[in-house]
């Protein structure tokens, strides 16, 4: 019977080398009583003899039930193997030198330094996973470019692993160095922290080759939510602005289109199901890799997978965005137009997600986005913001703006002090052709009646006529004809989305839709401004709330009309329109 076989994980391939090399003596085998270089096998294979293999299926070694193991051979391929050698090649052909380990490009300043040392110089390039500071080609490159700028340097490419713990981290650094070194010094260079610190030019063009800005990056952008939740639509048509924008390749890895091509012949079983989006996963990395965006939409129902995708496209040196397409269950079934999950509820599909099946709903998201209520445009939008803010796409690459005027709804209580200070003095302030209409009522309480006497003296200081207003209650027609909503208190909006709970991306404190126009870039305005604070704004806060003056004397009512006149200050001079010569109307 043949002996089985187990692909480790990159660091436990890393400290096999280093193991198998002497490089972690007195150390020599795997799980010794706290030790931090551990080896895992599956159940399956616990207690027995294991032959541990490469990806590529290369036998390394045997592992042993006690951790010892004999090695059978050592990794052939991959970049720069020849730099790999053991503690005792490399103590016999650089005798006498100093040794220096890196983790990072070398700058000026750390060359300076090493040009000015009497002895040559080996570059320990510590290159294992989740230790340096660039990917580990990247770093031998840098590495061997910093050595061309020495008089007598060498760079050897030690594969020291990350074990997630800064202490054992630093040990074990100090450990392989010294095994590397034997008798001859060590140097460590030390960050200085000078920012201006710059690196030669075939230095620096390797890091920037290495470390693109976001909008040069890899990018994976994958959806997961229900049946029916509307993530493939959103996601089609996030693809097509993305190629009418032209700024980057765009490839589609949907789950329907992935399950006929890539994945042809799996059921829907937990197993084939995990195995489906690891197939997609790596595809979609190996895309990022080489600067592609790859633009997945399965239903992923499972945590542990998402986090394997995630960690394909990292290693390969991509961006993972997730956007969780939160639409409820019910909704879902409603738009079912298959009737799979009529059959899933007659037992007809089993495991179907949502209903026999869990759907395991992610805590790390990027964009969380409903879509019961909105259009695909609107939903579209909020995902291409959402990436411009990562710095992914240059801009929001969707429709043009639209031309028309930004309805603002303000709500109070009984619409008859503050809400209508709010919709009157706005409309005042913005004057005609400001691109913005506004309105106002209340959640409860008083219907077709005046301003009240309370206000009145405020509106006397600005010359307001109110003579023709009246007051009338909050409805959720009035909430979906708004593009936003401003509460003079968070008791408001909580009353409103008891109702429109779709709409909660439109609804804000007056007071903090204005800290968080405050917080965002300042160069955001209108629409822009709305749908970027509909993906990011700041949490609400108790001192966000405008005081309610209703039959609290003239004190009051002063307090709350110079609050909302500072308040509407800064939201006027946001959403009203910019002519084209850039100054405001």
Same mark, same amino acid.
């Given at each position: 019977?043949?002996? @089985?076989?187990?692909? @480790?994980?990159?660091?436990?391939?890393?400290?096999?080398?280093?193991?198998?090399?002497?490089?972690?003596?007195?150390?020599?085998?795997?799980?010794?009583?706290?030790?931090?270089?551990?080896?895992?096998?599956? &159940?399956?294979?616990?207690?027995?003899? *294991?032959?541990?293999?490469?990806?590529?299926?290369?036998?390394?070694?045997?592992?042993?039930?006690?951790?010892?193991?004999? @090695?059978?051979?050592?990794?052939?391929?991959?970049?720069?193997?020849?730099?790999?050698?053991?503690?005792? #090649?490399?103590?016999?052909?650089?005798?006498?030198?100093?040794?220096?380990?890196?983790?990072?490009?070398?700058?000026?300043? &750390?060359?300076?330094?090493?040009?000015?040392?009497?002895?040559?110089?080996?570059?320990?390039?510590?290159?294992?996973?989740?230790?340096?500071? +660039?990917?580990?080609?990247?770093?031998?490159?840098?590495?061997?470019?910093?050595?061309?700028?020495?008089?007598?340097?060498?760079?050897?490419? *030690?594969?020291?692993?990350?074990?997630? $713990?800064?202490?054992?981290?630093?040990?074990?650094?100090?450990?392989?160095?010294?095994?590397?070194?034997?008798?001859?010094?060590?140097?460590?260079?030390?960050? @200085?922290?000078?920012?201006? $610190?710059?690196?030669?030019?075939?230095?620096?063009?390797?890091?920037?080759?290495?470390?693109?800005?976001?909008?040069?990056?890899?990018? *994976?952008?994958?959806?997961?939510?229900?049946?029916?939740?509307?993530?493939?639509?959103?996601?089609?048509?996030?693809?097509?602005?993305?190629?009418?924008?032209?700024?980057?390749?765009?490839?589609?890895?949907?789950?329907?289109?992935?399950?006929?091509?890539?994945?042809?012949?799996?059921?829907?079983?937990?197993?084939?199901?995990?195995?489906?989006?690891?197939?997609?996963?790596?595809?979609?990395?190996?895309?990022?890799?080489? !600067?592609?965006?790859?633009?997945?939409?399965?239903?992923?129902?499972f945590d542990a997978t998402r986090q394997d995708v995630r960690a394909m496209t990292e290693a390969a040196g991509g961006s993972f965005f997730l956007v969780h397409v939160a639409t409820p269950l019910e909704e879902c079934e409603r738009r079912d137009r298959k009737g799979l999950y009529a059959k899933a509820?007659?037992? #007809?599909?089993?495991?179907?997600?949502?209903?026999?099946?869990?759907? #395991?709903?992610?805590?790390?998201?990027?964009?969380?986005?409903?879509?019961?209520?909105?259009?695909?445009?609107?939903?579209?939008?909020?995902?291409?913001?959402?990436?411009?803010?990562?710095?992914?796409?240059?801009?929001?690459?969707?429709? &043009?703006?639209?031309?028309?005027?930004?309805?603002?709804?303000?709500?109070?209580?009984?619409?008859?002090?503050?809400?209508?200070?709010?919709?009157?003095?706005?409309?005042?302030?913005?004057?005609?052709?400001?691109?913005?209409?506004?309105?106002?009522?209340?959640?409860?309480?008083?219907?077709?009646?005046?301003?009240?006497?309370?206000?009145?003296?405020?509106?006397?200081?600005? !010359?307001?006529?109110?003579?023709?207003?009246?007051?009338?209650?909050?409805?959720?027609? +009035? *909430?979906?004809?708004?593009?936003?909503?401003?509460?003079?208190?968070?008791?408001?909006?909580?009353?409103?989305? #008891?109702? /429109?709970?779709?709409?909660?991306?439109?609804?804000?404190?007056? !007071?903090?839709?204005?800290?968080?126009?405050?917080?965002?870039?300042?160069?955001?305005?209108?629409?822009?401004?709305?749908?970027? +604070?509909?993906?990011?704004?700041?949490?609400?806060?108790?001192?966000?709330?405008?005081?309610?003056?209703?039959?609290?004397?003239?004190?009051?009512?002063?307090?709350?009309?110079?609050?909302?006149?500072?308040? +509407?200050?800064?939201?006027?001079?946001?959403? /009203? /329109?910019?002519? $084209?010569?850039?100054?405001?109307?």
């Amino acid at each position: 019977m043949p002996t @089985p076989q187990h692909c @480790p994980s990159p660091r436990e391939l890393a400290d096999l080398e280093l193991l198998a090399g002497g490089a972690l003596a007195p150390l020599t085998t795997f799980n010794q009583p706290d030790s931090p270089v551990t080896l895992g096998v599956p &159940e399956t294979l616990a207690g027995q003899d *294991v032959e541990l293999v490469d990806p590529e299926g290369l036998p390394l070694a045997l592992l042993h039930p006690d951790g010892s193991f004999e @090695p059978l051979t050592h990794a052939q391929h991959g970049p720069f193997r020849r730099l790999h050698l053991t503690p005792a #090649e490399v103590r016999e052909r650089y005798a006498g030198a100093t040794f220096v380990p890196v983790v990072d490009a070398l700058t000026e300043t &750390e060359l300076d330094r090493l040009r000015g040392l009497a002895t040559p110089v080996v570059l320990l390039a510590l290159t294992g996973p989740g230790t340096p500071e +660039l990917s580990p080609v990247a770093l031998l490159r840098a590495s061997l470019a910093a050595a061309r700028h020495l008089p007598d340097a060498a760079v050897v490419a *030690v594969p020291l692993a990350s074990h997630g $713990d800064i202490t054992i981290d630093h040990e074990l650094g100090a450990q392989v160095t010294a095994a590397y070194a034997g008798p001859d010094p060590v140097l460590g260079l030390v960050d @200085p922290g000078d920012e201006d $610190d710059d690196y030669p030019d075939d230095i620096a063009a390797i890091v920037d080759a290495d470390q693109p800005g976001p909008d040069r990056r890899g990018l *994976v952008l994958f959806f997961t939510g229900l049946s029916g939740s509307g993530k493939s639509t959103v996601a089609q048509a996030v693809i097509d602005s993305l190629l009418e924008s032209g700024e980057r390749t765009v490839t589609s890895l949907d789950g329907d289109v992935v399950r006929r091509n890539l994945s042809a012949g799996l059921t829907f079983s937990r197993e084939d199901r995990e195995t489906n989006i690891r197939r997609i996963g790596w595809v979609a990395a190996e895309i990022s890799r080489h !600067g592609g965006v790859a633009v997945c939409s399965p239903i992923a129902p499972f945590d542990a997978t998402r986090q394997d995708v995630r960690a394909m496209t990292e290693a390969a040196g991509g961006s993972f965005f997730l956007v969780h397409v939160a639409t409820p269950l019910e909704e879902c079934e409603r738009r079912d137009r298959k009737g799979l999950y009529a059959k899933a509820r007659r037992g #007809e599909i089993p495991e179907f997600t949502g209903i026999a099946s869990p759907y #395991e709903e992610p805590a790390d998201a990027d964009l969380r986005i409903d879509t019961t209520g909105r259009t695909i445009a609107d939903c579209r939008d909020e995902v291409l913001w959402a990436l411009a803010e990562r710095g992914h796409i240059s801009a929001p690459v969707s429709v &043009e703006p639209s031309e028309e005027p930004i309805h603002v709804l303000f709500v109070c209580t009984a619409n008859i002090c503050r809400s209508p200070y709010l919709e009157l003095r706005a409309r005042q302030l913005l004057g005609p052709d400001s691109g913005v209409e506004v309105s106002s009522a209340g959640t409860q309480g008083f219907d077709a009646e005046p301003v009240s006497e309370t206000m009145e003296a405020e509106f006397a200081r600005w !010359g307001t006529d109110t003579t023709s207003f009246r007051s009338r209650v909050a409805t959720g027609d +009035l *909430v979906d004809r708004a593009d936003l909503v401003l509460t003079a208190e968070a008791r408001h909006r909580t009353w409103l989305l #008891e109702d /429109r709970p779709a709409a909660f991306r439109k609804i804000f404190t007056l !007071g903090q839709f204005v800290a968080s126009a405050e917080a965002a870039d300042p160069d955001l305005r209108g629409r822009d401004l709305i749908a970027a +604070l509909a993906n990011r704004r700041v949490p609400a806060a108790a001192d966000h709330d405008i005081a309610d003056p209703y039959r609290r004397g003239p004190e009051h009512a002063a307090r709350a009309a110079l609050t909302m006149e500072t308040m +509407l200050e800064v939201v006027v001079a946001r959403l /009203r /329109r910019v002519p $084209d010569d850039g100054d405001p109307i």
